[in-house]
T-cell receptor, first 116, second 114 residues
C-alpha cells in the first residue's frame, strides 16, 4: 500500500509569487491535513479536509488555502509568497477525521519550499 | 538507559543502551498521543500511539508511557541502533471533533554513539 505522496518535493519561488502543493493520501483515507515545519516554529497545523470539506484551520493568514477533491487528493496554495513562508510543508492522511479514535495519522515526505 | 529532562534538544546514548525521551503536553483534555520519528530530509514517521484510557503501550523495541496526572509522556527505545538516530516528536490531540489538528512538541534529537 503506497504511503502519502507529496509533489513537488523541492521548489524555489520568488517573493510575491504563488505556489500550489499536491498531496495524495493513502488509498482509502479520506482525511488530509497540512502542516508547516520550520526550525523556529516547529510543526504547526494549517488545515484539515475531510470529504472535500475543511474541518478546521490553524492560525495562518488567508494567503494559505487548500482544497480536497472527490478522490481525497488535496492541494494547498500559498499566495503572495513571503520569505518567511520558506518551510517544509507536510501532508498527513488518516482514514477518518484527525484525532478520532482509531484514526492513525500518517505523514508524507513533505514539499520543501524556498522563497527567495 | 538515560533519562532526560522534560525537554532536551539533544540526547546522546551508546549503541545498545536503552533511551528515554520525555515530553510534557499542554492540554489536559488531550486524549490521544502519538510519537513520531523524523530523519533528516524526511517526513515524520509514525512510531506508536496511546490513548488516555491506557498508561502504557508496547511496540517493537518501543514503549510509550502516559502519566495524565502530570501531563507527561515518554518514549522508551530498547537496545538502540544506529538507525534510531533521528528527531523524535510527541504529538497530542483532543479527540471529539473540535481539535485544530495535532499539537507537536519541539522534538528531541537522539544521537546514537557507536
Amino acid at each position: 500500500k503506497a504511503g502519502v505522496t507529496q509533489t513537488p518535493r523541492y521548489l524555489i519561488k520568488t517573493r510575491g509569487q504563488q505556489v500550489t502543493l499536491s498531496c495524495s493520501p493513502i488509498s482509502g483515507h479520506r482525511s488530509v491535513s497540512w502542516y508547516q515545519q520550520t526550525p523556529g516554529q516547529g510543526l504547526q497545523f494549517l488545515f484539515e479536509y475531510f470529504s472535500e470539506t475543511q474541518r478546521n484551520k490553524g492560525n495562518f493568514p488567508g494567503r494559505f488555502s487548500g482544497r480536497q477533491f472527490s478522490n481525497s487528493r488535496s492541494e494547498m496554495n500559498v499566495s503572495t509568497l513571503e520569505l518567511g513562508d520558506s518551510a517544509l510543508y507536510l501532508c498527513a492522511s488518516s482514514s477518518g477525521p484527525s484525532g478520532f479514535s482509531g484514526n492513525t495519522i500518517y505523514f508524507g515526505e513533505g514539499s520543501w519550499l524556498t522563497v527567495v | 538507559g538515560e533519562s532526560v529532562g522534560l525537554h532536551l534538544p539533544t540526547l546522546s546514548v551508546q549503541e545498545g543502551d536503552n533511551s528515554i525521551i520525555n515530553c510534557a503536553y499542554s492540554n489536559s483534555a488531550s486524549d490521544y498521543f502519538i510519537w513520531y520519528k523524523q530523519e533528516s530530509g524526511k517526513g515524520p514517521q509514525f512510531i506508536i500511539d496511546i490513548r488516555s484510557n491506557m498508561d502504557k503501550r508496547q511496540g517493537q523495541r518501543v514503549t510509550v508511557l502516559l502519566n495524565k496526572t502530570v501531563k507527561h509522556l515518554s518514549l522508551q527505545i530498547a537496545a538502540t541502533q544506529p538507525g534510531d538516530s533521528a528527531v523524535y516528536f510527541c504529538a497530542e490531540i483532543e479527540t471529539g471533533g473540535g481539535a485544530d489538528g495535532l499539537t507537536f512538541g519541539k522534538g528531541t534529537h537522539l544521537i546514537i554513539q557507536p
